[in-house]
């Protein structure tokens, strides 16, 4: 287990000020706790597009291609005119298709989500501050030694309200 | 570092300042129930008592003991399961459809929106299962392999109606539970015990990083995305069940946009009905405001009057169409034997709802609750006449009939309101009735600098 030091801030922009001054300093992973989805931290830490998208678009395709699939497959696996319709009529595979799509991408995005989130993770962090999901801001770096005591000299910069140290999880 | 405060919509929640105060206020909801709690529990609990004896009752006799007989074979069961899923309709308009348009009134309704959602689909789904009759062949419905090598007719809307209601179902729960998570993790932050290791499960060890917060944002609006057409979808579809038939009455291309808009609107009195009591019980004032109520009864006035237009239509076009048997039909409606259920209808939802005109009706709570329930009572009706007048007066004369529905049938009604009740009070103090998280989003950011500035 890695060491490290975890600062938890009451404002927003001593948050993003730290952030960004740890990011000067050269410091690479950096974590960041927030009660709700702040995009100046995101905007700070530089994240791009989300590869979510990407689970949900080919969950999506593979609903649709699944739904007109099957409806295909099981209408000539044995053949009945219902309704004076051809056997493989496709505007009433539509609605099927449809559902399908919508099921199977919704599906495909929480797979995605769980997967690049690192969620289900239930073990206990060893730092956390349980007012994260209240209303503090929270600074995690992974240091030791000289690294560790100049993040913390810029962390304290900032005046946090506390400065832990010990190893967050993942 | 420049933040801008002002691009944040304070004004929505002028009574709350700090961003623990939104825990502080909605995790009260969380904490021991009062005695109120206890006797609504009960009454809920002994209403499925009922349900269930109705229905074993019905397993055990056949579907007999139910009024439904030829030619009404679609009665209550059918209206009710259309009511419950068009109850359902609402939820997922103020939590997706409002989130993608960015309503800046959602953030503090949608939590007990959404729940209803997927409680009401819950209580919908049962209704094709008690309609069926003989319930141990139900999974026939379910399209696998089997011994009889037979496969649903994919070309019936009643097949569609199954996989659009499983797919809203799952959806809906999937897009209530991830939204959820958050705020179960905050709950679980503040918790002690029991309630502790439940909420460190539900919330899947959540902490609110900025890579969980990234990837979530994502998701949810894609999960949004996919849940906005989805819901168009359903009760089109089950509209569908209606208008593919050659009934008159029902054999009408209106037939979608009309079923979704009555959805709408019935799923949006039903937010009013269980908010207005939620509200005053757990002191949520500063959250859910009058600003918001106003809001709603917008929206059902709006949904109220395309819905009205869509009745004064299908009777100027059974007029206009010159079909005799289309005109029949309609008049039947007017005058004939259930001419109190379509007067109910038109006066409940069409007339009733003219009072959210005024300013001072959108503002008064206690007239917003009790409008919202003439229009619960008026939605439940037009299925009713939909189902039940359409069926009972077709083409043949002599093979016209009256339908009664029987003490079973009704029974069944009434506990599925309590099914549905006895869900959302669990609902209320088990998951934060409001969205922690998303109303923090609205709230202005706690800033160091602005506070030095004004000290």
Known sequence: MSTGILASYEYLDSTVDAIENLKKAGFKEIKAYAPYPEHHIEHALGYGQSPVRVFTLVGALTGTASGFAFTTWTSTDWPLVVGGKPIVSIPAFVPIAFEMTVLFGALATVIGLFILSKLPNVKPAVVYDPEFTAGRYGVYIEADGSRLEEARKIMNAEEPIELREGAADA | ?455
């Not at chain 2, 459809?97 to 789904?125: C, D, H, K, N």
């Not at chain 2, 003439?374 to 077709?394: C, D, K, P």
């Not at chain 2, 093979?399 to 009740?421: D, K, V």
């Not at chain 2, 103090?429 to 602005?450: D, F, G, N």
Request: glycine share 8%.
């Open chain 2, 1 to 455: 570092m420049a933040v801008g405060t002002q691009e944040r919509g304070a004004l929505t929640h002028p009574d709350v300042t700090r961003l623990d105060d939104v825990n502080r206020d909605v995790l009260k909801a969380l904490s021991k129930p009062g005695k109120g709690w206890w006797m609504l529990l009960g009454i809920a609990a002994a209403g499925i008592g009922l349900f269930l004896t109705a229905w074993g009752w019905q397993i055990y006799r056949g579907i007999g003991v139910s009024g439904l007989t030829s030619p009404v074979g679609w009665g209550v069961y059918i209206t009710t399961f259309v009511f419950w899923v068009g109850i359902a309709h609402s939820g997922t308009l103020i939590s997706a459809i409002l989130f993608l348009f960015r309503a800046p009134w959602r953030q503090s309704i949608y939590r007990a929106a959404e729940a209803m959602t997927v409680f009401a689909v819950m209580t919908a789904g049962l209704f094709p299962l008690i309609h069926v009759g003989r319930l141990w062949h139900a999974y026939w419905l379910i399209p696998y392999p089997n011994s009889r090598f037979l496969w649903p007719n994919f070309k019936s809307p009643l097949v569609w109606d199954v996989f659009a209601v499983t797919t809203y179902f799952t959806v809906s729960a999937v897009f209530f539970y991830l939204g959820t998570i958050p705020d179960v993790a905050a709950a679980r932050d503040r918790a002690i015990g029991f309630r502790k290791k439940l909420y460190t499960i539900m919330s899947l060890g959540w902490q609110g990083t900025d890579r969980q917060w990234h990837h979530f944002g994502k998701a949810y609006i894609f999960l949004a995305a996919l849940a906005t057409p989805l819901v168009l979808s359903v009760h089109s579809v089950v509209s569908w069940d209606f208008a593919m038939a050659i009934v008159p009455g029902w054999h009408a291309t209106i037939f979608a946009p009309y079923f979704v808009a009555g959805a709408i609107f019935s799923g949006v009195a039903m937010v009013i009905t269980l908010t207005v009591p939620m509200r005053k019980i757990f002191g949520l004032e500063a959250y859910l405001t009058t600003k918001h109520y106003d809001a709603m009864a917008k929206l059902c006035l709006f949904t109220s009057m395309i819905v009205f237009y869509a009745y004064l239509s299908e009777f100027f076009l059974a007029w206009y169409s010159g079909e005799e048997i289309e005109r029949a039909s309609f008049w039947n409606r007017l005058f004939g034997t259930y001419w109190w259920a379509t007067w109910i209808m038109l006066v409940c939802n069409g007339f009733v709802p003219i009072m959210f005109w005024f300013k001072r009706v959108r503002h008064s709570i206690p007239a917003l609750f009790v409008i919202s329930i003439f229009v619960n009572i008026g939605m439940w009706f037009e299925r009713y006449v939909i189902v039940v007048t359409s069926l009972s007066h077709e083409y043949e004369p002599f093979a016209w009939g009256i339908y009664r529905p029987s003490i079973t049938e009704m029974s069944i009604l009434i506990g599925s309101f309590c099914w549905f009740g006895f869900w959302f009070l669990l609902f209320t103090r088990l998951i934060p009735p409001i969205a922690i998280q998303e109303l923090k989003e609205v709230l202005p950011p706690p800033m160091r600098k602005q506070k030095e500035a004004q000290s």
